[in-house]
């Protein structure tokens, strides 16, 4: 069965943490925004006016008769399907934990360059980003990669995952994370990494992978921007 | 069994979505850190050295040997235990999506006040929070409760229920924020709430629900607050 991706097709965002668990499981998939006509149909889905279960945001993933939305309940639905997360109730509940607060971190990088309001330009929220971007830098940032550090030292199956001794989606989007934060605060996220040995020894093994980086290589990956949740303003990394 | 909830003793916070929860669900449930004793349990299993399975925040919930965080990983738990979700993966997909999309809807809640940063009190970035709540009371407000109005008008089963034909925690955390809204931005709220009669009536049927109108009279349900997420402050509303 052919899976059906809809997000933005003009940068990463938060389609990025689903593309990466569809590359690593192997799915069949279109990324529908992306191809020709492909907008106008994302649109229709987004504003429908009969769809039961009708969806706030991308990202959105249609699987046969299925139309889940946000991403972190899309990839508790792939986690299943594509082997990315243990079947057990304990483990599922856990993988999904990490997750959320991922999706957590995921707002607080976003909102580091959009304080006031996401409908507004970054330049005419410059100077509160700038004071919020400092908060990030000297508490979030380093609490956030701290708490995920602390993740892989305690798991009791060694520091290589987040979860057991598999790779699981909570890793993918890990390896999203560090990737994203390279490129949007390099200085932060230089001087925070080197307490993190675990996090970037995670980061270059998912990157390694050979699924993964034959995706990286590809151009189904798509590179950083200035529009996304992970952009790069040179005062705002401190 | 009986459920362990770990949250701030002082506010409702986060902590109010699972208490509905299991007020509805008729659980035996203690509220740990309202008893005495109950923080420096708290901050132990925040804080323990070896928990295999940490915490980033409360709330928290212990069952058995299980010990789940995350506000929206706790409903998606109790949902199946107390027979507030549907059974089928469709309808439990469905609940969770809401339920995170609410989340969304909470951090945005919190924000209004606390746009710079949550180590802050609200008095050092009351400029930034005001235009934050500007942007909130005219576009994010509407927008949020525009879609759940239109998810109860589309239920192919009726508008009384969020998803299908009974109660699900999704409805119970509904109720909480419209009791917040109410509380933290009374004018804004009335104004929105002349074109959401569905959500309205979603939030009287619920607090009129035995249980949870028992709940609510009683010393277990905390009063909104200026420290939690739902705080009034008159200049935020308009």
Not at 58 to 65: T, V
Not at 159 to 173: E, F, I, M
Not at 212 to 227: C, E, F, G, K, N
Request: charged share 25%; aromatic share 10%.
């Amino acid at each position: 069965m052919r899976y059906e991706l809809y997000y933005w097709p003009s940068t990463p965002g938060r389609g990025e943490f689903v593309r990466l668990a569809l590359e690593e499981g192997d799915a069949d998939y279109v990324d529908v925004a992306r191809r020709k006509g492909g907008m106008a149909k994302m649109m229709r889905l987004l504003n429908g006016a009969r769809a039961p279960h009708p969806a706030f945001a991308p990202p959105i993933l249609k699987s046969g008769p299925l139309v889940i939305a946000q991403t972190a309940n899309i990839l508790l639905y792939l986690g299943r399907r594509l082997g990315l997360a243990p079947t057990g109730e304990a483990g599922m509940l856990w993988t999904h934990q990490l997750q959320l607060t991922i999706a957590d971190f995921v707002d607080e990088i976003h909102d580091t360059h959009h304080p006031i309001a996401s409908s507004l330009y970054y330049e005419d929220q410059k100077r509160e980003a700038g004071r919020r971007a400092e908060d990030f830098r000297k508490n979030r940032l380093p609490k956030y990669l701290g708490y995920f550090e602390r993740v892989l030292d305690r798991n009791p199956q060694g520091p290589r995952y987040l979860v057991g001794a598999r790779t699981t989606y909570a890793d993918l989007s890990m390896f999203e994370i560090v990737s994203g934060l390279r490129y949007a605060f390099p200085r932060s996220l230089a001087r925070a990494a080197r307490r993190c040995p675990h996090l970037v020894a995670l980061h270059e093994r998912i990157g390694d992978r050979p699924r993964i980086a034959a995706y990286l290589a590809s151009d189904r990956r798509l590179p950083y921007d200035q529009v996304g949740i992970f952009r790069h303003y040179r005062e705002l990394d401190g």
